[in-house]
């Protein structure tokens, strides 16, 4: 069956710090492919998606490219916040099964100042 | 803006008791997932519908039931509540157009005595 990984951490970084948080996957076919974002006491929002290999998604910063040859979507940002303190969710729905969503454990984040 | 709302932030029930927890959402979408959140092990799925009256079991299924008599609602049930069941519940909508992402409510947190 199909299946997301990434690291559970917690990942520290300190602000201005560049994020990495890899995803790899497996799945038949052309899956699409999202990173969610949970805040404190919130449920899950999407932050970006990629429907096809190459495709980069990007939002407040953070990018992910889609790779078909390493099966992966890796999460990055050029300089976090104390604001993206936050769990991260690599996850994904196979090519035309939008109803069986696969997530990852979750990554947490803590930047601190 | 798309929104799924969730009855209840925070709950406290006793073991054995019936439990309801309901969520709505306006965004007329055909599909609605309820997961359960615990650390460690990620978002994990109990059931989701795809229509009024359907429902599909998911992978942990046992000790809960759903219900989705109109479109906008669905609510899961706790037969008989069990301290094993304290958790994060997540509810989740979907269209049924390809390469959408679920949007989620805030979260009910509950906890059985």
């Known amino acids: 069956g199909d299946s997301v990984t990434q690291m559970e951490g917690p990942v520290t970084l300190s602000e201005e710090a560049f994020l990495t948080i890899n995803c790899t996957y497996t799945a038949t076919g052309y899956p699409s492919l999202f990173w969610y974002v949970q805040y404190p006491g919130e449920g899950l929002q999407l932050l970006l998606k990629?429907?096809?290999?190459?495709d980069k998604g990007s939002n407040k910063g953070f990018e992910a490219t889609y790779r078909k040859e390493t099966t992966s979507f890796h999460l990055e940002k050029g300089s976090v916040q104390v604001s993206d303190s936050a769990v991260y969710f690599c996850a994904l729905t196979p090519y035309g099964g939008y109803q069986k969503v696969t997530f990852g454990i979750g990554t947490k984040l803590q930047v601190i100042p | 803006d798309v929104k799924v709302t969730q009855s209840s932030r925070y709950l406290v029930k006793r073991t054995g008791e019936k439990v309801f927890l309901e969520c709505v959402q306006d965004m007329d979408h055909e599909n609605m997932f309820w997961y359960r959140q615990d650390p460690g092990l990620g978002l994990r799925l109990i059931y989701f519908?795809?229509?009024?009256?359907?429902?599909e079991k998911g992978d942990i299924p046992e000790g809960y039931s759903v219900s989705r008599e109109k479109k906008e609602r669905f609510s899961l049930i706790l037969e008989s509540a069990s301290t094993n069941q304290t958790s994060m519940y997540l509810c989740a909508s979907i269209s049924g157009l390809q390469n959408q992402p679920q949007h989620f409510g805030d979260g009910t947190r509950l906890s059985i005595l």
């Open positions: 519908s795809y229509d009024v009256k359907m429902k």
């Open positions: 990629a429907t096809k290999a190459d």
